[in-house]
């Protein structure tokens, strides 16, 4: 049988597996490896890391718990995105442009309140501490917004899932980097028992050469936003008064969304969501999961902030190479249906108690879920922004994505201390139904509208 024309077509638009897979050589995908580290580290930095910080210096676990909340700015931050995708910096912007000065400047934030939280003992002040956590997130948020404009802004739709899984890798080797790293820093800067006095137990110094080093890490990410090129400018109508401005800032890019995909906007929106809010909420309870079934802070460390990532990594890849061969949707739905299932071996792993073996598998599956469903999501996001209003769109679906799971999260350890582990890690793969349902009317809707 002689294929037909359009078969033709398509198998000779199809990649090779061989350009498949060089595109994560291409510089544009070597920066996102730099910068997606910059955007992974101050993450753990004023979560995980810094509760273990706070419980050692005897911060009780419900403040620890509400500090958590300290996330929503990520939620929040499509409140401030316009300004990122439309304001210049004084002087910074005409020497680097709209995209990395604002990089920069949010670096500079980010670096500087990491030295200042480095600086100060939380079981002596524990206020300037949230203080810096505050700015560190704020920092970090605004990071993102640019970041996210400056990666969608930096290829074209079919190297998105490419971008995306780079971006992932660097993020990851972060919290590697944020979690063990900063753990094992401040274990070897700890005074020896015999000169602390004969007494091991809290040392603030160990946390400050700690954050000081972290903050140090910061600076990859700021020469690669110093050496890469500033993405092609967009030249934008000038603006007659304020309200104008506003308009064109504030309202034009939510109208934008909505115009284009009319009925549709509600699934979309709906969709983002609620895709990772099995992962969000489990997470927030699942350091002190580890500490109650007896594991040691090294097979924590080891394990789940080392092995975990790895495989994370492993998924990340995974799911960027699938998303460029089989699609984006298709993708999505198989990381929707893997992260809410991988929620229940927790609760089988809280019945087999201390056994290493059985969390290196629980954590394996998990995070591999986790990096599918993230490569494919961030690459669904990206899809769905208009280059115009790239930073104000992106910054609103990705608010969206962490907005609900982060504020449910808040209240996990309640839920935990009503229910116990297995009923609740097996409600927050029940969580994930809804979500498998909404990425199913997602690609029919997609696949419906496709010419």
């Not at 490896?33 to 911060?59: K, M």
């Not at 442009?97 to 030295?115: D, E, K, Y």
């Not at 034009?252 to 809010?277: D, G, H, K, M, S």
Request: aromatic share 12%.
């Amino acid at each position: 049988m002689t294929p037909s024309t359009s078969d033709t077509a398509q198998t000779a638009d199809k990649p090779t597996w061989g350009s498949t897979l060089k595109v994560y050589l291409e510089p544009a995908s070597l920066r996102m490896l730099s910068l997606g580290f910059s955007a992974g580290l101050p993450l753990l930095l004023v979560f995980g890391t810094l509760s273990f910080w706070l419980r050692e210096a005897g911060i009780d676990r419900t403040t620890i718990g509400f500090l958590s909340w300290v996330g929503l700015a990520y939620g929040f931050k499509w409140v401030w995105s316009p300004l990122v995708d439309r304001m210049p910096i004084p002087g910074l912007t005409r020497l680097l442009g709209r995209r990395r000065s604002w990089l920069l400047a949010s670096q500079a934030v980010i670096m500087g309140a990491l030295v200042m939280m480095a600086m100060t003992d939380p079981k002596l002040a524990l206020a300037p501490v949230v203080w810096c956590a505050v700015a560190v997130a704020f920092g970090s948020a605004t990071q993102d917004i640019a970041l996210d404009a400056f990666r969608i802004e930096s290829a074209d739709t079919q190297h998105q899932a490419a971008l995306a899984a780079t971006y992932q890798t660097g993020y990851r080797l972060a919290m590697i980097w944020a979690g063990a790293g900063a753990l094992w820093i401040a274990a070897r800067a700890e005074v020896p028992a015999a000169m602390a006095g004969g007494v091991v137990g809290y040392q603030h110094g160990a946390w400050q050469t700690a954050y000081l080093v972290m903050a140090l890490s910061m600076l990859p990410g700021v020469l690669t936003v110093l050496y890469s090129p500033e993405p092609a400018h967009r030249v934008l109508p000038p603006s007659k008064n304020a309200t104008e401005w506003l308009k064109s800032a504030l309202v034009e890019p939510f109208a934008e969304f909505i115009a284009r995909y009319r009925w549709q906007a509600v699934l979309i929106l709906a969709l983002i969501a609620t895709y990772r809010i099995s992962d969000v909420v489990m997470g927030i309870m699942a350091n002190p999961f580890y500490v109650d079934m007896g594991f040691t802070k090294d097979e924590v460390a080891a394990v789940t902030k080392v092995f975990g990532v790895i495989m994370t990594l492993v998924g990340a890849f995974i799911g960027g190479v699938l998303s460029l061969r089989v699609g984006v949707m298709r993708v999505l739905m198989l990381g929707a249906v893997l992260s809410a299932g991988s929620n229940l071996l927790f609760a089988w792993l809280g019945s087999q108690g201390h056994n290493l073996q059985a969390l290196v598998w629980v954590i394996s599956a998990d995070n591999l879920a986790s990096g599918i469903a993230s490569a494919a999501f961030i690459a669904y996001l990206s899809s769905l922004t208009n280059v115009n209003y790239s930073a104000t769109q992106y910054a609103m679906f990705s608010s969206m994505m962490l907005l609900l799971p982060k504020f449910i999260a808040g209240y996990s350890g309640l839920y935990v201390d009503h229910f116990g582990y297995a009923s609740f890690f097996t409600s927050t793969a029940f969580l994930g139904v809804p979500v498998v349902v909404l990425v199913w009317l997602a690609s029919r809707v997609q696949s419906a509208s496709s010419p």
